[in-house]
């Protein structure tokens, strides 16, 4: 089992930067897939980022690719999303989740483990 807390969100303006992190408990962090997703409100919770095991692989949604880059550090149990560029349409609460199988990285019913996710909010 993991357990998952995001920190680094807050209030910017359109065009800044910011880099959540999401901090895993446990000595097993390397065996999990890692992902990020957000909610704005009233939407459902959507894929933004995914990273294997090891960080070799990465998968991003259209809509944040070429702007977010999601990483990883084994040895410090974190995963982190650096932000830039951000646009009044990220604003939502951004949540990491952890999969031990990552059968469907952009999925999130098939992440087992979440954190309580960390507020972004980008002013225009």
């Known amino acids: 089992q993991v357990q998952l807390v995001e920190s680094g969100g807050g209030l910017v303006q359109a065009g800044s930067s910011l880099r959540l992190s999401c901090a895993a408990s446990?000595?097993?962090?390397?065996?999990?897939?890692m992902g990020w997703f957000r909610q704005a409100p009233e939407k459902e919770r959507v894929f933004v980022a995914a990273i294997g095991w090891n960080g070799g692989i990465t998968y991003y949604a259209d809509s944040v690719k070429g702007r977010f880059t999601i990483s990883r550090d084994n040895t410090k149990n974190t995963v982190y999303l650096q932000m830039n560029s951000l646009k009044p349409e990220d604003t939502a609460v951004y949540y990491c989740?952890?999969?031990?199988?990552?059968?469907?990285?952009?999925?999130?019913?098939?992440?087992?483990?979440w954190g309580q996710g960390t507020q972004v909010t980008v002013s225009s």
């Open positions: 989740a952890a999969d031990r199988n990552w059968s469907a990285p952009k999925t999130a019913t098939r992440y087992n483990y």
């Open positions: 446990g000595r097993t962090f390397s065996s999990y897939a």
